[in-house]
C-alpha cells in the first residue's frame, strides 16, 4: 500500500475517534511540516478552522483598525491654505513633496524617510526580540488581506470541513454559486485595496470621482489594475506561500530571537507524552496533549506546532485560542501552547521555576538607538529651517576683470521658500571692502536687498559681486550670504569666497 | 551502454529519462511549474507583440503591426510638443520688455536656460562654454561693448554679425598701418608708447609727444582724441583695462601693424526670432549688461 493512501486510511480512522469527552480528534494534516515537505510539490490547500478566544478577538480588533487606517487616511483632510492640497497625507509626485498633517517634505529632505525607515526596522528588531514575529502575525499586510480574504471564504463556503467537502465535490449549482460569490468580493476586496493605494498619490475625492468616469489618468488604472491583481493573488491564492517562499523576514527572524523571546510555544514539557484521553482516566503518568489536531486545523500556516519552533510559524497565536478552548472543555488549565520561551521549557524540565527577561542588553540597545533616532528626527522637524540658501560660485569664467580693473565674481543663490505664503526676503552679503552687490532681477542696490520669492518655491538669482582693485589683497577672499525674513527673524547664511584669479598686487 | 527504458529512480522516487551511460541514470526532474508557466506567458506575449508592433521582415519592408507605432515618428511627435510647449513662453519673451523679462522670475529663468543651451551650440566655439572670451574674441561676462552692451544692441549684434556676409552687418575696420606703408616703423613705436600712455601706464614721455600728432590724424577719427573709442563705429575704448588683442607693447604694436578685425557670422538667418531673444537675454544677464 502506498504512503498517501494508507495515511488517509489512518485519517479516516480517525475521523470517528474522539481526543477526549467532548473533543473531536481532527484528520487534520500538517501540510508544510517539515516531514511532508518536497521540493516538486503543488500546494496543498489549507483550511484553517475558525477559532474563538482572545487572540483571534484581537485580531480581529487589529484587522478591523488597519484596514480602516488604510481605506480612511487619504480621505482625512487638512487645511494647509490657498495653492496648497488640502490631504492630511499625500505623495505628491507632481509637485515633488510628501505631505504628512502639519509636516511637508520636499525631495531634498528624504533623509526623514531614511529616519523613518531606521525607525520602523528598529521598532521591527525590538518587538520580535521580545514578542518573536508579531509583525508577521497580527500587523504584516499579508497577514490581515489573508485574515479577511479566508474571513469571506468562510462566510460564503462554510468553516473548515464544509470547504473540504465542497473542494472535493463534483461540480454543481451550489458549488458554482458559491465559488463565483467567493472570488467577485475578493476581487472587489482587491479592486478597493488597489483603489486606495493610488488615493495616496493624488486628491482622493478628484481622483476616486475621475476613477469612476474614466477620466482618469492611464497610470492610475494601471497601478489600480497592478494592485488588484496582485492583492487578489497574494490574499486569496499564495496565502502562506508568500511567507515561507516569497518573504525574506523569516530568514532574518532567526538572527533577532533568542532564548528569552516570547513566542507561541508548545510546552512539551506539560504536553508529552500526548495522547487520546477517556473521562475518568488519571492524568498522571502522561502530557497533557490528548492528540485532538485542533491547532493543527486552525493553523493558517499548514504546520503543526508541536514540532516546536518553524520556519513557518508566523506567530498568529490562532493555535493558543484553539488549545486553550480544548483544554477548558478536559478541565486542564489552559496555556498549553501559550506565549513562552524555549529557556522555560528547559527550567521546568529541570525543576526550576520559569522566568521572564524583558530587560535584556540587546532590548536596552534597540530602545536606546530607537529613542536616539526618535530624538535626532524630533529635533530636526522641530527646528527645520523655512528658509533654505544655496550658493553656487560660476566657475566659467572664475572672475571676470571689468574695464577699470576692479574683479567681479558671479553666484547663482538659490532662495527656497518653505512657507506657503510668497514673502520678500532680505538677502545681504558680507563680502571684501567695498564691494558692489547686483542681483539680476531686483532693481535695488543697496543691502539688504529685496527678493520676493514665491510660496513654497525655489528661487534662483544671479548675484554679481564687484571688488574695485585696491582692495584685492588676496587671491581668495571670504564671503557669507544671508537671508533672512524681516518679519520673523529667521535667518540662514552660506559661506563662499571671491576669486580675485592672481590679480592680487 | 544506452537504455532506452524510462523509470523511476528508486532513490528519489523521480522519472528517470532513459539515459544511462556507465550505469549512472539522468533523473529527469521537472521544471518548477512557475518557470513554466512564466515561459508559455512569454510565448503568449510574443505573438501578441508581433501582432501589435513592428517585427517580422517582409520582400519590400516589414510588417508594420496593427498598432503602427514608430520610435522615429514617436521622437517627432515629442518634439513637436516640446516646441509647442515652448511658443508660450517664446511668444511672452518677444512681447515683454528686457525690465519686464528679469522681473518675472519664471520667464527669466526660461529665457536664460534657453540661451545657455543655444549659446552652448552656436556660440561657444568662439567666445567659450562660460562666454569668457579669448585672444582675439570677446568676453561677453566684463563691461566691455564693442558696439554696445544693451539689450537691443546685443539682439542686433547677435542678428548681423561683424563683418558677416549680411548686407546689414556691423563693420568696422583698423588699417593695416605697418603692412600697408602707412606709418613708418618708428612711427608705430611712438604710437604704442602714446597707447600705453592712454591707458594710463607709465611710458616714454618723449615718445609720447612725438605721437601726438600721429594719433590724432590717424586714430582718433574711430579711437576718439581722448582714445575713449567710438561704440557706433565698433572703435574701441584704449583708456580702460581690457585689450582683446593684448595689452602688452608687443600686442599693441602688432595690432597697429596688422589691424587684425574678426568675424561673427549673422545669426538672423539660421536662428529663429525667439530663440535670439533668449539669446540675447541670456548674454545681457551675464553681467555686462547695461
Redesign the interface.
Known amino acids: 500500500m502506498s504512503a498517501p493512501l494508507l495515511s488517509t486510511v489512518r485519517a479516516v480512522a480517525a475521523e470517528t475517534a474522539l481526543a477526549a469527552d467532548g473533543v473531536a480528534r481532527s484528520n487534520a494534516q500538517a501540510t508544510n511540516s517539515a516531514q511532508s515537505r518536497e521540493l516538486?510539490r503543488?500546494r496543498q490547500p489549507i483550511y484553517p478552522k475558525l477559532v474563538h478566544g482572545e487572540f483571534r478577538l484581537l485580531k480581529w480588533v487589529g484587522l478591523a483598525g488597519m484596514l480602516a487606517i488604510y481605506y480612511g487616511v487619504p480621505w482625512i483632510r487638512w487645511e494647509r491654505g490657498p495653492g496648497a492640497p488640502d490631504q492630511a497625507v499625500l505623495v505628491d509626485l507632481f509637485r515633488e513633496r510628501f505631505y504628512f498633517f502639519w509636516i511637508e517634505i520636499w525631495p531634498q529632505e528624504v533623509y526623514y524617510l531614511t529616519g523613518l525607515l531606521i525607525l520602523a526596522a528598529l521598532g521591527l528588531f525590538l518587538v520580535t526580540a521580545l514578542f518573536g514575529r508579531v509583525w508577521c502575525g497580527y500587523a504584516c499586510p499579508q497577514t490581515v488581506w489573508t485574515d479577511l480574504y479566508i474571513m469571506v471564504e468562510r462566510l460564503i463556503e462554510g468553516d473548515r470541513n464544509a470547504r473540504m467537502r465542497l473542494d472535493k465535490s463534483p461540480w454543481t449549482v451550489e458549488k458554482f454559486v458559491k465559488k463565483t460569490a467567493k472570488h467577485t468580493v475578493w476581487l472587489m476586496i482587491a479592486a478597493a485595496t488597489g483603489g486606495a493605494w493610488i488615493l495616496y498619490f493624488h486628491d482622493a475625492p478628484t481622483l476616486a470621482a475621475n476613477l469612476f468616469q474614466g477620466t482618469a489618468d492611464i497610470t492610475a488604472y494601471l497601478f489600480l489594475g497592478g494592485l488588484t491583481f496582485t492583492t487578489y493573488w497574494l490574499a486569496g491564492h499564495m496565502r502562506e506561500q508568500v511567507c515561507t517562499y516569497m518573504c525574506p523576514w523569516p530568514r532574518i527572524q532567526a538572527a533577532l530571537i533568542d532564548q528569552d523571546t516570547l513566542m507561541v510555544t508548545y510546552r512539551h514539557d506539560r504536553g508529552e507524552p500526548r495522547g487520546p484521553h477517556k473521562k475518568g482516566q488519571p492524568w498522571e503518568g502522561r502530557g497533557h496533549c490528548i492528540d485532538c489536531n485542533q491547532c493543527v486545523a486552525a493553523c493558517p500556516m499548514g504546520i503543526d506546532i508541536r514540532d516546536g519552533d518553524q520556519l513557518e510559524c508566523i506567530n498568529c497565536a490562532l493555535c493558543i485560542d484553539a488549545c486553550d478552548d480544548v483544554m477548558k472543555r478536559v478541565n486542564l488549565p489552559r496555556g498549553l501552547i501559550a506565549y513562552d520561551t524555549s529557556q522555560n521549557i528547559e527550567r521546568r524540565l529541570r525543576g526550576e521555576k520559569p522566568k521572564i527577561r524583558l530587560i535584556r542588553p540587546r532590548l536596552i540597545l534597540y530602545a536606546v538607538s530607537i529613542a536616539a533616532v526618535g530624538a535626532v528626527m524630533l529635533f530636526g522637524l522641530s527646528t527645520r529651517a523655512t528658509i533654505e540658501l544655496n550658493v553656487l560660485r560660476?566657475?566659467?569664467?572664475t572672475f571676470?576683470?571689468?574695464?577699470?580693473?576692479s574683479i567681479?565674481n558671479?553666484y547663482t543663490v538659490k532662495i527656497i521658500n518653505r512657507n506657503n505664503a510668497p514673502r520678500t526676503l532680505a538677502l545681504a552679503v558680507d563680502g571684501p571692502v567695498g564691494f558692489e552687490i547686483k542681483a539680476?532681477?531686483v532693481e535695488q542696490l543697496a543691502m539688504p536687498l529685496p527678493v520676493e520669492v514665491?510660496g513654497d518655491k525655489l528661487?534662483?538669482l544671479?548675484v554679481?559681486i564687484t571688488v574695485p582693485a585696491k582692495a584685492l589683497k588676496e587671491v581668495s577672499l571670504p564671503i557669507v550670504f544671508r537671508v533672512n525674513d524681516p518679519k520673523t527673524a529667521d535667518t540662514t547664511e552660506t559661506r563662499s569666497v571671491f576669486l580675485s584669479g592672481g590679480s592680487a598686487p | 551502454m544506452v537504455g532506452k527504458k524510462k523509470g523511476v529512480d528508486e532513490f528519489s522516487g523521480t522519472e528517470t529519462t532513459g539515459h544511462e551511460w556507465d550505469g549512472i541514470r539522468e533523473l529527469d526532474t521537472p521544471l518548477p511549474r512557475w518557470w513554466l508557466w512564466v515561459f508559455y506567458a512569454t510565448i503568449v506575449w510574443a505573438f501578441g507583440y508581433w501582432i501589435l508592433y513592428p517585427s517580422w521582415p517582409t520582400l519590400s519592408g516589414y510588417m508594420p503591426g496593427i498598432l503602427h507605432q514608430s520610435q522615429r515618428a514617436d521622437v517627432e511627435q515629442a518634439v513637436l510638443e516640446l516646441r509647442s510647449k515652448r511658443e508660450e513662453m517664446g511668444k511672452m519673451l518677444g512681447t515683454a520688455t528686457l525690465e519686464q523679462i528679469e522681473a518675472d522670475p519664471n520667464l527669466f529663468q526660461f529665457a536664460r536656460e534657453a540661451g545657455k543651451s543655444v549659446f552652448g551650440d552656436n556660440c561657444a566655439t568662439c567666445h567659450g562654454s562660460g562666454a569668457q572670451g579669448f585672444k582675439g574674441y570677446p568676453n561677453l561676462n566684463d563691461d566691455v561693448w564693442l558696439w554696445g552692451g544693451k539689450l537691443e544692441d546685443i539682439k542686433h549684434t547677435i542678428q548681423v554679425g561683424v563683418r558677416s556676409t549680411s548686407p546689414d552687418t556691423r563693420q568696422s575696420q583698423m588699417p593695416a598701418f605697418g603692412r600697408d606703408a602707412m606709418l613708418e616703423s618708428k612711427q608705430i613705436d611712438d604710437l604704442v608708447e602714446y597707447v600705453v600712455s592712454l591707458a594710463g601706464r607709465p611710458a616714454n614721455t618723449e615718445a609720447v609727444g612725438r605721437a601726438r600728432q600721429t594719433f590724432k590724424e590717424q586714430c582718433a577719427v574711430c579711437h576718439g582724441e581722448d582714445g575713449k573709442g567710438k561704440r557706433e563705429l565698433g572703435a574701441p575704448n584704449l583708456t580702460d583695462t581690457e585689450w582683446l588683442y593684448g595689452g602688452e607693447r608687443s600686442d599693441i604694436r602688432a595690432q597697429i601693424v596688422t589691424g587684425r578685425g574678426g568675424v561673427m557670422p549673422t545669426w538672423g538667418s539660421r536662428l529663429d526670432p525667439m530663440t535670439i531673444d533668449a539669446l540675447a537675454v541670456y548674454v545681457h544677464s551675464l553681467g555686462g549688461g547695461e
Open positions: 516538486y503543488a560660476e566657475r566659467n569664467p571676470v576683470r571689468l574695464s577699470d580693473g567681479r558671479a539680476i532681477g514665491p528661487r534662483s544671479r554679481l
